[in-house]
């Protein structure tokens, strides 16, 4: 008997937008800097009777990120009200999106592979609860209350743990790209859920097992841990007593860091159990083509987009590409060496290997990528006048490369070299003559 067995894996990630306020009210949005229960308002307190005003800057963020994740822009959305009780949540609902979200339809390349994303829309945080250790009691901290959070939403498309890493690393990249939030897992402002379960095909048979979502996880490594757990599990369970559930039951589940494993915590809720309904406090939102098309505009080069870039043109490694794009001081600094002129596959190698070298200044760092050199003249001032010289006692050298012959000029740039002692910057050098030459 022919058994084949994939795991279904999707994923949600809730992110902190980096807004100078909240998302309802005009409270600072810096849930991580200050005293508990100082940032807050009757608004976000969820006080009756307060009015929420929408943060444009939000918006705009989310549909940013939306553009970056290559979604659809909705030309109409609507914020709704997700009705739940908790105690972080004191108003009783969660203002969210549900039927018109900002952003639909969208896709990220894992790989080659293509990860469908089902929506990214916008919604508000909840307050922070703290266990203490004090018996059955918790503390409540509101300064996280209404804080702008997008939820990215990918399609069921995974079938590894693996992949889901690869994809959840290039979101934070992509965020971090486009500066929507800084995606700090650690401090909570990049949130992971992913959610599983098994087609098993027996022959002609198939089956599924019950949807697992495992709960608000905080790296990359217990995600993957997470997810080969709950996929051990699923198919020992599946091994013991082929009891498979034909009606896809949904089983929300934590899981336990310390212990490793997941711990099923409430068959899920479908949006239905939320009632949602749209938030009589705000009107819906309208997007203009001209407003799309400024949004365009502000979607900066994708990762994606720089790393074919780096692979293709500088023959840069996938990995090294990678480990360049992830920081954002180390890319710019590695763009201006390139600049220079340097060898970017050396390049490349200092900054990863000694990272001290992004906080020496750029000449120093050129110039011992140029065979070992500290003291580069790069002045241009001191290098025309340079250039004005050679040119002038070498006429018969200029004359045969303004008749074609262009292989003298690196005749020329010797001879600038040599009055320099070899410390002309090589590349300005090359610029200065050959516009001098053209003359
Ligand atoms: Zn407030
Ligand atoms: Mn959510």
Redesign the pocket.
């Known amino acids: 008997m022919a058994q084949k067995i994939t795991p279904i894996i999707g994923v949600e990630v809730h992110v902190e937008l980096s807004t100078e306020?909240?998302m309802?009210?005009?409270?600072k949005n810096d849930p991580f800097q200050s005293q508990p229960n100082t940032?807050?308002?009757?608004?976000?307190?969820g006080l009756p009777g307060a009015l929420p005003v929408p943060n444009e800057k939000a918006i705009e963020l989310v549909r940013i990120l939306g553009l970056a994740l290559r979604c659809h822009l909705n030309e109409f959305s609507y914020f709704e009200r997700k009705n739940y009780f908790y105690p972080d949540l004191p108003k009783g609902y969660q203002i969210s999106q549900l039927k018109a979200p900002f952003c639909e339809r969208g896709e990220v390349i894992i790989n080659g592979k293509n990860i469908r994303i089902n929506r990214v829309h916008l919604e508000e945080d909840a307050g922070k609860l703290k266990h203490t250790e004090m018996p059955d009691k918790s503390i409540i901290d509101f300064n996280r209350?209404?804080v702008p959070l997008a939820e990215i939403v990918t399609e069921p498309d995974f079938t590894s743990p693996e992949e889901v890493i690869s994809y959840l690393k290039e979101l934070q990249r992509i965020i971090r790209t486009v500066g929507v939030s800084n995606a700090d897992m650690e401090k909570g402002s990049m949130r992971l859920e992913p959610t599983v379960n098994l087609k098993i095909e027996n022959d002609n048979e198939v089956y599924y097992s019950s949807l697992v979502e495992i709960k608000n996880i905080n790296s990359f490594k217990f995600v993957k841990k997470a997810l080969e757990f709950e996929i051990e599990k699923q198919i020992n369970e599946y091994s013991e007593n082929k009891s498979v559930i034909k009606t896809r039951s949904k089983i929300t589940a934590g899981f336990n860091e310390q212990k490793g494993i997941t711990v099923p915590l409430r068959s899920k809720e479908e949006a239905n159990d939320y009632r949602y309904f749209p938030e009589p406090d705000i009107p819906p939102f309208l997007l203009s083509a001209q407003k799309a098309e400024t949004l365009r505009s502000k979607v900066p080069e994708l990762p994606e987009e720089k790393r074919s870039r780096l692979v293709e043109k500088h023959h840069l490694s996938r990995e090294q590409a990678d480990i360049l794009i992830d920081s954002p001081d180390r890319f710019s600094y590695f763009e201006e060496l390139l600049l220079k002129n340097v060898d970017p596959i050396k390049a490349a190698k200092l900054l990863i290997n000694k990272p001290e070298y992004l906080n020496k200044p750029l000449k120093e760092t050129v110039g011992i990528l140029l065979d070992g050199r500290t003291d580069l003249i790069d002045d241009e001032t001191i290098l025309s006048s340079v250039v004005s010289q050679v040119i002038s006692s070498n006429p018969k050298v200029v004359d045969s490369y303004r008749l074609g012959k262009l292989e003298t000029l690196s005749f020329l740039i010797g001879q600038v070299m040599k009055k320099t002692q070899g410390k002309a910057n090589q590349l300005k050098t090359r610029e200065l003559l050959e516009k001098e030459l053209k003359r």
Request: with cysteine; hydrophobic share 25%.
């Open positions: 306020t909240k309802f009210c005009r409270c940032l807050v308002c009757p608004t976000c307190l209350s209404g």
